[in-house]
Every structure is written in structure tokens, then in C-alpha cells.
């Protein structure tokens, strides 16, 4: 077989009895590689996992890419005949709050449905969708997509106990990229929540893909250290972004200005997202 063709999709197909325990697999989307003997720091996936054995919620990491995307970059075939060493036993990764993340995304398909279509904030182009959930410390992060605003979401983990937040209530939360002031939430069949706001309304966005890659940008970016502000809170931010934005004030001739403080740029142009005011959360 040429090496061409054992980087061709079709040597894995979702057959997992084709890999080999240490093949390392690519994504053909963002070419980012599983490699067995390092796993993966994104979902707590410990080296020595091979690919066959990944956890059925592992995706992507970078671009949350379906597991079946990948292809076999060793063109190392696994072997009927042979018996391989077994794998060191590792307990499996807390799996992924799919109910709750369905039952998020039904809520705000309801709201859209019931309160919000046909309002001038809304772009019709869009639909609700959850966005590139993983795991985060003890936490599950993503972002969702709705037809008037784009999110960051931090779901609860197993351990945590999130009845008594107070909706409305808000909260600096530290990333390798800044600290990101996120909204208290408790909405009814969905339970607590902490949601960030990256923009509202939507009409900057042609397409519902358009959206989605944005999400998927973002989420990747707020794990960058080197777009960090040091010591810039996201209030502060924000209010130095609508500074800039407000019209200028009438200054009468014989007025001295003042020296202009230095603007530093907003988080989300940093993100490459351009300004968002904040959105429902």
C-alpha cells in the first residue's frame, strides 16, 4: 500500500479493528493527530489510550471534528491474528452531559419559537445550536449559538452543586487567555448554568456554518495565553469599548484636551470576533 493511501480515510471507516494500539490517527478537518503514547490533555484521555479505546464522546479537540474523521498516519494496520498486550486499566473519563446539553439547546429553540421570531434582533439566517462541548477542570464548556446572540456556556460538573446561584448575578472566571466575566442562569428544564456573552444581535453572520466555525475559533482562542491582558477584567473592557464607541463630546475653542488615555483593544477583538453587547443568557 502506498503511503497516499494509508492516509486515506477509508483505512479507518469506523472500523476499529483496522487501527493498530499505537497508529496514530489525523483529522482530516484540522490535521491535528492523536498520538496513543501522549492521549489528550483536552478530555483528561491518559497516554497509553489507544485510538480504538477512546471514550464514545471524544471528538476534536481542535475543531470537535466526529472521531470517524480521522485517518491512519502510521499506515499501521491492526492484526486479526494477533494478540495484543492489554491495555493498562484507566478509569473512564466522566462522560458528556448530553440530556443537558439537548435540553439547553430545546429551551432556547422554544424561546425563539415562542418569544422571539419575527423581533428586528433576530437573524433569520440562524438556528439554535450547542457548540463544541468539552471538558473543563471539573466542568463541561462550549458555546451556544442562537439567532440573536453567541455564547460561551459552563455546564456543572458531577461534583458541583449550582441551585443556589442567583440568576443575573455575575462572575470573573480565569482562562490561560484573560479572565471572562460570565452571567449566572437557572432556567427551568435546563437547570444552573454561566453564560458569556460574545455577541448580540447576529446579523454580522451570513450563515448558521459561518456561526458554528466562529463558536468553534473562539473556544479554541480562549485557551491561547498569548492574547492574555494581564490585569484587564472584562467589565473594564467592555466599558473601555463603549468609551470608544460613544460620540465624541462638544469641546468649546479655548478648552485644553487632556491627554487621551490609551485604549487597549476589547477581548473579542482579540478573539478576532469583533464587538458583541451582551446577550441572553
Known sequence: MSAAAARFEGSYLGDATRIGAATRMECKICWHVYD???GCDHWQVPPGTAFAALPDHWRCPVCDGA?????ALDGEAAVAETIAA???SVPAP?????????RLEAAFREIHTAQMR???????????KAVGFRRHDERWLGALVTPWFLNFVLLPGEGDDWSALVP?????IEFPSGRYEFVHANRKGVGAYKACS???PMFEFGSMLQATETASAALVSLFDPSIREDGAQTAEIRRRREAELAPPETVSADAVPEPAEPVRPSRRALLGMGAGDAGDA
Open 36 to 38: 496513543p503514547a501522549e
Open 67 to 71: 472521531r470517524d474523521q480521522f485517518m
Open 86 to 88: 492489554p491495555l493498562p
Open 94 to 102: 466522566p462522560a458528556q452531559p448530553v440530556e443537558t446539553i439537548a
Open 118 to 128: 419575527g423581533l428586528p434582533i433576530v437573524n433569520d439566517a440562524l438556528a439554535v
Open 168 to 172: 443575573g448575578a455575575k462572575e470573573l
Open 198 to 200: 460574545l455577541f448580540s
